[in-house]
């Protein structure tokens, strides 16, 4: 029997979820990207050469393996241009295996302008947005006014839209932000550029899907981001502006929902956010330091530092139960090592009461105490185990831990950046 994956992430994004998809696409025929921007990085290491990608699936390292864009990300093409042109230098074909729906909405200029506008107006209130025009273009997306990525195909008749979009952003650009305009003709240039460039990559992801689908194939859903950066069910306004929960599978690749056979949950060993928004687990401390450390924690997109903390199991429950996770990943078990204690946050304290369950609003998931359990760690060095056998009994007693706390099975764990060093506890396809 065919599977139909969807991998996400179940914290604030920056799991490692390149790597599992890229490792899980050895056995797939298709890989879906379903939500999200170029705001998102994915970054996989094969034989120590490491490949960043931000639009293009992951799977696109695999010579075999069809890739997609849904028509629920949002699409720069420049960015697109600049990927492709990199994949092409280091010897990869993507334009040959890479189609794009032509529902997926097109990232302009002036949503740049706009995204770092509003994040300048904000101040000290800023969401800490990438600045690259996501959430702009998922706003004209919602009002119907957005150009999308099929209108490439006719760039006389798509710069006649552009051009009327601009009027607007350019009223905000300079009435409301008070900066420079987006000159027109430079855009409608640019337009008949990516035409050009891109145009040939237009294509059905539906059907195409289906087809591979009806012919037994495997598919696997890579989402970005992670649950809690969900635009519904994350810590709102900190968060991005997409669903980026299993239920986005469906609407951003136009398939059934009841196509997908199983949901692999995305964990680090930890917990990490970029940007602002509530973080009770946070460290300021020399755990803090060694985490941020040894996991490298810089933004593959922006290079900005990560905050870390320990592993929040009060939201990873919630993201679990949210996405019918039926299949855990744990990633950089690795970073764990040589710290003489490991803390699990199993519930809160708020306002002097204990809490199970996360509260629905930020403010007051701010004001969360994390109540911690304390198992003790191990002095050996986990990188590149590939066997439970060769872990030490610490590092197996705390995962079994969470197991039991997320009531999902650990079927993957990563120990360590590169493809190889990974143990497949259970093969999903």
């Known amino acids: 029997m065919s599977k139909k994956l969807v991998v996400l992430g179940i914290q604030w994004g920056d799991e490692g979820k390149g790597k599992i998809v890229d490792l899980l696409t050895e056995r797939c025929d298709a890989v879906v990207r379903f939500q999200g921007g170029h705001n998102a990085g994915h970054t996989l290491v094969i034989e120590g050469q490491k490949t960043v990608l931000h639009l293009v699936p992951s799977g696109i390292l695999r010579k075999n393996v069809q890739c997609m864009i849904g028509n629920g990300v949002v699409v720069a093409p420049d960015a697109l241009i600049e990927e492709l042109n990199a994949l092409e230098s280091a010897g990869c074909e993507p334009r040959q295996r890479l189609l794009i729906s032509p529902g997926s909405p097109i990232i302009l200029p002036s949503h740049v302008a706009l995204d770092q506008a509003r994040e300048r107006a904000r101040g000290k209130n800023a969401i800490g947005t990438t600045g690259r025009g996501i959430g702009p273009a998922y706003e004209d997306k919602a009002a119907r006014r957005g150009i999308r990525f099929g209108e490439l195909s006719d760039p ?164 679990c139960w949210i996405n019918s996770v039926d299949s855990l990943c744990v990633t950089k078990l690795d970073v764990l090592d040589s710290l003489s204690d490991i803390k699990i946050c199993t519930s809160y304290k708020l306002d002097g009461e204990t809490i199970k369950q996360p509260p629905w609003d930020s403010r007051s998931l701010d004001r969360c105490v994390p109540n911690y359990e304390s198992l003790p760690g191990w002095s050996e060095s986990t990188v590149g185990a590939r066997s439970l056998s060769e872990l030490p009994r610490e590092a197996k007693n705390f995962l079994s831990r969470l197991e039991e706390l997320l009531d999902v099975p650990i079927d993957i764990v990563s120990t360590g950046p590169d493809r190889e060093e990974t143990m497949v506890l259970k093969n999903l396809f």
Request: proline share 4%; net charge negative; aromatic share 10%.
């Open 156 to 319: 006389d008749s798509c710069c006649e839209r552009v051009g009327e979009l601009l009027e607007y952003h350019n009223f905000l650009l300079t009435s409301r932000f008070g900066v420079d305009a987006i000159a027109p003709d430079d855009v409608f240039s640019e337009v008949h550029r990516w035409s050009q460039e891109l145009a040939g990559l237009i294509g059905d992801v539906s059907n195409r899907v289906y087809e591979i689908h009806q012919d037994n194939g495997n598919v696997l859903f890579e989402g970005a981001q992670g649950t809690l950066l969900d635009i519904d069910q994350g810590t709102y306004p900190f968060v991005t502006s997409s669903n980026t929960t299993a239920g986005a599978a469906a609407c951003g690749s136009g398939v059934g929902p009841l196509m997908m056979t199983t949901v692999m949950g995305i964990v680090k060993a930890y917990t990490t956010r970029v940007g602002a928004g509530p973080f009770p687990t946070e460290l300021f401390d020399s755990d803090g330091d060694h985490l941020a450390k040894n996991g490298h924690e810089f933004g593959a997109t922006t290079g900005r530092p990560r905050r870390c903390g320990w592993f929040d199991a009060v939201l990873a429950r919630r993201a």
